[in-house]
């Protein structure tokens, strides 16, 4: 009997590990019911973190400046900021990957700006705090550590600095581009439009009801923030009556970064096109 015993506790003690195996990550990716929510449950997953190689060394000489601001938990916050040519309350807010605020996102905010025109003021969070890795298992301790009041807060403080009068829109790619949606989320009707590059959506249907606009998703194919994830997402949009355009590339996550490895530029060019296009509507119009 002590030995049946025994042998029960160590089963339930091994468990979890079996929940670990291929066959059931598989189906923790492709079933509706037990859809992820969000991209710190891949962090422990081999093949997630293939995807994310150590990025490329880019050298980054830009336009903006470092700059702090103030959060609304009384911590200072940083970015990378390009002011709009003249006066302007259009901004937009730009996401870093789960490597941090790094060379790869200021230059990406050099060309939003460059190609909006230098009609907005671009604003790169820096959600880690000053915090930058570039091996694969540091970045993921990052994304899996971050404190999701201190994002909020550092989102809020951008909207504070940006002023009352901003009419703001986001981009983000990877965990950025959940917190584009969370961005749009957090900034009521200041929010003006949210780009997704391959980032876990909110799924839940009131928060998405206080969506003052709509959402462009550019998807890639993958098991993680897989088909099923996101025509849930394209679900419970519909649910809460909001405009949901997406789009899922034959490209593997991270295709539009240049300082990965696995970077596919005719992807890229269409997916930057769209995102553009859509940003320019957003400020234009």
Not at 55 to 65: A, D, T, Y
Not at 120 to 147: H, R, S
Not at 250 to 278: C, I, Q, R, W
Request: charged share 25%; aromatic share 12%; hydrophobic share 40%.
């Amino acid at each position: 009997m002590k030995i049946a015993i025994q042998s029960v506790i160590l089963f339930f003690a091994f468990f979890p590990f079996y929940l670990g195996s291929e066959e059931t990550k598989r189906e923790i990716t492709i079933c509706h019911g037990d859809l992820p929510t969000s991209m710190a449950d891949f962090v422990s997953d081999p093949e997630f973190v293939k995807m994310h190689p150590r990025p490329l060394s880019i050298v980054h000489e830009g336009p903006g400046e470092e700059i702090k601001f103030d959060t609304p938990d009384g911590k200072m916050a940083s970015g990378y900021f390009i002011k709009a040519k003249t006066d302007s309350d259009k901004w937009l807010f730009v996401y870093q990957e789960w490597w941090g605020l790094n060379d790869h996102i200021r230059t990406e905010a050099d060309k939003f700006y460059k190609d909006l025109h230098g009609d907005v003021n671009v604003l790169a969070l820096d959600m880690y705090d000053g915090k930058v890795a570039t091996d694969p298992a540091e970045a993921g301790k990052l994304m899996q550590g971050a404190d999701q009041a201190r994002l909020q807060s550092i989102i809020k403080g951008g909207y504070e600095f940006a002023g009352d009068n901003a009419k703001v829109a986001s981009v983000g790619w990877c965990f950025g581009g959940g917190l584009s949606l969370k961005s749009a989320l957090a900034g009521g009707q200041q929010n003006v439009g949210s780009v997704m590059y391959y980032g876990m959506p909110v799924q839940d249907v009131e928060q998405l009801k206080t969506l003052s606009s709509d959402v462009l998703g550019l998807f890639a194919t993958e098991q993680w923030i897989s088909k099923e994830v996101i025509e849930e997402f394209a679900s419970n949009m519909k649910k809460a009556d909001k405009k949901l355009t997406y789009k899922i590339f034959p490209g593997v996550h991270g295709f539009a970064n240049p300082s990965n490895p696995n970077y596919d530029a005719e992807n890229t060019k269409v997916a930057y096109g769209m995102a553009l296009g859509y940003l320019m509507s957003k400020f234009n119009g």
